[in-house]
């Protein structure tokens, strides 16, 4: 079994702060990604940032806003935003990708809403 926690979301005004943590716990020998993505009402869901041991990606909509980073030994990504805005609205989604029960698997977090209005 694989948990992963998520929380860190909330309301908060255009141009405000939110900073998103994810701890992973169970039987995982090793990760190889962590990542953020993010579901808007009405819309498929998107990567929003991913991170290995080597690379880090974001969506072009969030470069220079949204950082992300991981803790390996605590098994916890984060994903620092800033200068949210109205658009950011929507359920972040944690994801993981490794060795889980000796199998490569991914795995989900539940989510957690982020509404960013005035």
């Known amino acids: 079994q694989v948990q992963l926690v998520e929380s860190g979301g909330g309301l908060v005004h255009p141009g405000g702060s939110l900073r998103l943590s994810c701890a992973a716990s169970?039987?995982?020998?090793?990760?190889?990604?962590m990542g953020w993505y993010r579901q808007a009402p009405g819309k498929e869901r998107e990567l929003v940032a991913r991170?290995?041991?080597?690379?880090?990606n974001y969506a072009d909509s969030v470069k220079g806003r949204f950082t992300i980073s991981r803790d390996n030994a605590k098994k916890i990504v984060y994903l620092q935003m800033n200068s949210l805005k109205p658009e950011d609205t929507a359920i972040y989604y944690c994801?993981?990708?490794?060795?889980?029960?000796?199998?490569?698997?991914?795995?989900w977090g539940q989510g957690t809403l982020v509404t960013v209005s005035s």
């Open positions: 169970g039987s995982i020998s090793a990760i190889n990604a």
């Open positions: 994801n993981i990708a490794g060795w889980i029960d000796f199998v490569y698997r991914e795995r």
């Open positions: 991170i290995t041991s080597t690379s880090t």
